[in-house]
């Protein structure tokens, strides 16, 4: 008897391991997978978060075929423009300056695999406005530290939730998964809250079903 497929987190982010416990689905193994994010030229932020999830995905099924993956990229953009995760504090300065009393739109892209079974890619958009920021606000966020490798130079979970001022759509995907969406994709899948076992035991098609969203 073959084991039953497991559920595989191909993203090495523990916001998104801890959101994920949060609605009780657990993954068996966390791979990063390791792909370039730079984005290309011209491309816009919507476009840069659905094609790196999709490359994530592709990168850790090649080896994982028989199992449920789901991969994930958040991106913040601000109009065209595609904010990064800053390195360096001069980067996260950058980064809230231009937040300043402005909305952002916060983008992740979730893709799907079933075992040996089919893709599916989400989309999610959240607005974010930020307070406008004094300069002593954005030093004291600089100090803190909790800008670095966050899309955009901020973490709302934290410390920079004081200055969200405005949020339309799912905080959950500001974080960095949107819980609600990412459940319906898996479970549309086959893998629902019972996990993969449980959605093996009751004859999923995994052949059949809707298209990419």
């Known amino acids: ?5 497991r559920f595989i987190l191909a993203s090495a982010s523990p916001r998104r391991r801890d959101l994920l416990y949060q609605i009780g689905m657990v993954p068996d193994e966390i791979i ?17 978060a659905r094609r790196l999830a999709m490359e994530k995905l592709a990168r850790v099924r090649s080896d994982h075929g028989t199992d449920f993956v789901l991969a994930a990229d958040t991106v913040v953009g601000l109009g065209r423009r ?9 980067e996260a300065r950058s980064c809230l300056q231009l937040l300043s009393g402005r909305r952002h739109h916060v983008f992740t892209a979730m ?3 079933a075992p040996d079974g089919p893709e599916r890619v989400r989309l999610v958009d959240s607005v974010v406005a930020f307070k406008r920021l004094s300069g002593d ?4 966020y600089l100090d803190s530290e909790e800008w670095r490798g966050k899309a955009g130079g901020y973490g709302i979970q934290g410390l920079a939730g004081r200055f969200v001022r405005f949020l339309r759509g799912s905080y959950s995907n500001v974080v960095g998964l949107p819980l609600f969406e990412t459940a319906n994709l898996l479970e549309g899948l086959g893998y629902g809250v019972m996990g993969a076992a449980g959605a093996a035991s009751v004859g999923v098609d995994h052949g059949s079903g809707a298209g990419h969203d």
């Open 82 to 90: 595609i904010l990064p995760k800053p390195s360096t504090r001069e």
């Open 32 to 48: 990063a997978a390791d792909i370039d994010e730079n984005p290309l030229t011209g491309e816009r932020p919507a476009a840069l």
């Open 137 to 140: 606000e954005v030093a004291w």
């Open 111 to 113: 893709a799907a695999g």
């Open 1 to 5: 008897m073959s084991a039953p497929p």
